[in-house]
């Protein structure tokens, strides 16, 4: 299929093959991947080997773990409020302070979870305050306002906005010795990664590396060690539900609750095929190379399209654009549509066009995007 939805996204073809096998009968055991207990031993081995793989293709260095939870993305957001202030009142015995860049809708959210949790957000630079009030840039690293370091519990960003279509280009430069934080739910094996910078990675799975049901975390072990719950609670910091307790998931090896073993099976899947072609650089190049056709030819045709992204924040992963003309976004939507092109319609809160580059969009897709933008440049009138 050629489909440009930003998510739940495609799953490359072979994966979703195999995966349809084992949802019906794994490892010829007359039971499927989805019946199995998540106790079992053949789960506890898809867990095992999930984490490897993940271990290998980010090559993610011994001071850190790789856990599964649910919750998605937005479970994620309280999450990180509850573990990572509880970790530094450890450190500490305070509190701490929260800096969040708001760079997008995502990170906007996850900022306001943070704040209706109770804690002491500050905003290190908010982009729309930087680009006439809305999203698009990554403001300049002159303006940002971090807490006084030993204060801070942690950092946080958005590596890749969805909605919004605006990317880090780097990894943003932290104070000494506080802890970075990264949603990577739209971006994760897109690129290499130095996860060594990091705090914690996190993020739902059903863009880049699986289905709904499951996400991945990624944390520094030393920030397991954290205050217990009742004297956190005693500092003003919030008591964990339990689910999204990080020392108690991997205390038990992602399996303190029933966690979908299909859905980590399939992230197995995605990332051994990953690893069988070539691994993070092969997928960089070829998602840079990908994303760049695309803006190439809507950069040649600046009357017909707007690209509201600054160059230098432009995602690889999702290109948003809207159209000039009346009626040429309903054209270009139906017209596309017509072509076994499917998926375009940008977010609603925004409106546009959304072309949702991820690892399982081929670029045997993108050309056929490609052909029809250049067929509907001819045709369209502004
Ligand atoms: N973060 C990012 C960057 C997203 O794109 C999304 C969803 O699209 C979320 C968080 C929220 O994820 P979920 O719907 O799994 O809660």
């Not at 209706?116 to 905003?123: E, H, S, T, Y």
């Amino acid at each position: 299929p050629n489909y440009f939805g930003a998510g739940p996204a495609l799953l490359p073809t072979n994966v979703l093959e195999e995966a349809a096998a084992d949802l019906l009968n794994y490892q010829s055991l007359g039971v499927g991947v989805g019946e199995m207990s998540h106790r079992s031993s053949q789960a506890t081995d898809i867990i095992n080997e999930t984490k490897e793989n993940f271990n290998k293709i980010l090559n993610i260095p011994d001071t850190h773990e790789v856990f599964f939870a649910q919750g998605g993305g937005t479970g994620g957001f309280a999450a990180v409020v509850y573990n990572m202030l509880a970790s530094f009142a450890q450190k500490t015995g305070k509190k701490g302070k929260v800096d969040y860049f708001i760079t997008g809708a995502w990170s906007q959210k996850a900022s306001e979870e943070a704040e209706r949790l109770g804690a002491d957000v500050n905003i290190v630079a908010d982009a729309r305050k930087f680009n006439n009030g809305k999203y698009g840039v990554i403001p300049a690293k002159s303006e940002w306002k971090f807490s006084d370091p030993s204060e801070t519990a942690y950092v946080y960003y958005c590596d890749n906005e969805t909605v919004a279509g605006v990317e880090f280009a780097e990894v943003p430069e932290v104070p000494e010795g506080v802890e970075l934080v990264a949603d990577m739910s739209s971006n994760i094996l897109s690129k290499e990664l130095d996860v060594s910078k990091f705090g914690l990675i996190f993020g739902g799975a059903q863009k880049n590396i699986g289905i709904a049901g499951v996400s991945f975390y990624v944390i520094k072990k030393s920030l397991l060690d954290r205050l217990p719950q009742k004297e956190a609670n005693a500092l003003g910091i919030q008591v964990c539900p339990i689910f999204l307790d990080f020392p108690s998931i991997v205390k038990n090896n992602s399996a303190y609750n029933t966690v979908s073993i299909l859905c980590i099976h399939i992230i197995n899947l995605v990332l051994k095929n990953l690893l069988a072609k070539g691994g993070l650089s092969a997928q960089e190049s070829l998602s840079k190379r990908k994303a760049q056709k695309v803006y190439s030819i809507l950069d040649q045709n600046p009357a017909l399209f707007n690209l509201p992204v600054d160059k230098s924040a432009r995602s690889n992963m999702n290109i948003v654009f809207t159209i000039n003309g009346e009626g040429n976004e309903e054209k270009f939507l139906k017209g596309s549509s017509a072509r076994g092109l499917s998926g375009l319609k940008g977010h609603r809160s925004v409106g546009g066009i959304r072309v949702s580059n991820y690892n399982a969009v081929t670029e045997e897709s993108i050309d056929k995007l490609i052909e029809f933008v250049k067929d509907f440049i001819k045709e369209a009138s502004v």
